[in-house]
């Protein structure tokens, strides 16, 4: 395919399946299915081979552990993944790191290669996407995240992709994937409003302290799973100098949900924190 059919289709691929908080951020490739009963204890096969992104599988195994020749390897990344990257931006384009690891989900592992071009409009912050490929080579999504962890959230079961994710101008928060049916499952669902966040540094009305709440994991209502909670300190921002610094402790409960995986909000924080940010909905 010549390089600028690929560009075009990556385009449009990402404008029809841009996932949205406060900006784009994600990019699933394949459709989110449906979530069924499966329980925080159960973990399911990958099931669906056929290549609707790619033309072909990548061969994660050619290149895993080791990347011997790293140009070699983009190269090959860019033409299975049609990633279009500007000819003045091509030499700073790195591999920040390829690994191998379970997921909540799946019974098999899954790869995560960081693809890091540096620099970039404020709208493509924070230049680096994660590519997630399951153990056959396909990929499963396209994630841009400032950091990608993996988490245990529960004991004895597999770890989930944690990350931490922001527009250019400091609105983010923080998303928390599974593997299902052989894609990725966003499962801490948003807020209600647009405010508050869990990752905050833009200066409009308020701002994190942290910018990044810290997060505590723990089962919060007593039903045998563990629960989320942020927390952190809300600053006000006044334009008055004269003004003191305003602080107000802030904590954001998400609660396991065993019928569909997801982690909720366990009050309307958007209507609760309303009187520093104002409707948000």
């Known amino acids: ?27 699933e490739v394949l459709p989110v299915t449906v979530a069924d009963s499966t329980s925080a204890g159960e973990e399911e096969d990958d099931v669906d081979q056929r290549y609707d992104y790619q033309d072909s599988a990548f061969q994660l195994m050619k290149y895993y552990p080791v990347i011997g020749d790293t140009p070699t390897f983009i190269r090959a990344l860019k033409a299975n993944c049609h990633i279009w990257t500007r000819k003045s931006r ?9 690994k191998k690891t379970s997921i909540f989900g799946s019974s098999k592992p899954v790869y995560v290669i960081e693809y890091d071009y540096h620099d970039g409009p404020t709208a493509s912050f924070p230049y680096k996407n994660q590519y997630v490929f399951n153990a056959t080579g396909k990929l499963l999504a396209i994630l841009s995240m400032m950091r990608m962890d993996i988490v245990q959230l ?66 919060v209502n007593m039903d045998g799973y563990n629960d989320i909670t942020f927390y952190g300190n809300i600053k006000h921002i006044s334009n008055d100098s004269s ?12 609660l396991y949900h065993q019928h ?18 104002g409707n948000s909905k």
Do not use: W
């Open 154 to 219: 529960f004991p004895n079961k597999a770890p989930f992709l944690f990350g931490v994710s922001s527009t250019g101008h400091g609105n983010g928060g923080h998303d928390i994937y599974r593997v299902r049916k052989d894609t990725l499952e966003q499962v801490l669902d948003d807020f209600i409003g647009t405010r508050p966040q869990t990752y905050d540094r833009n200066e409009d009305v308020a701002v994190n302290e942290p910018n990044e709440f810290r997060y505590r994991i723990a089962d």
């Open 1 to 27: 395919m010549p390089s600028l059919c690929r560009y075009f289709l990556f385009v449009s691929l990402c404008l029809v399946m841009a996932c949205k908080r406060n900006g784009t951020h994600s990019v």
């Open 260 to 277: 569909n995986g997801h982690f909720i909000e366990k009050e309307d924080y958007s209507k609760k924190y309303e009187y520093i940010y």
């Open 243 to 254: 003004m003191p610094e305003k602080l107000t402790p802030a904590k954001y409960i998400f």
């Open 90 to 98: 091509q030499p700073f384009v790195t591999i920040n790191y390829f």
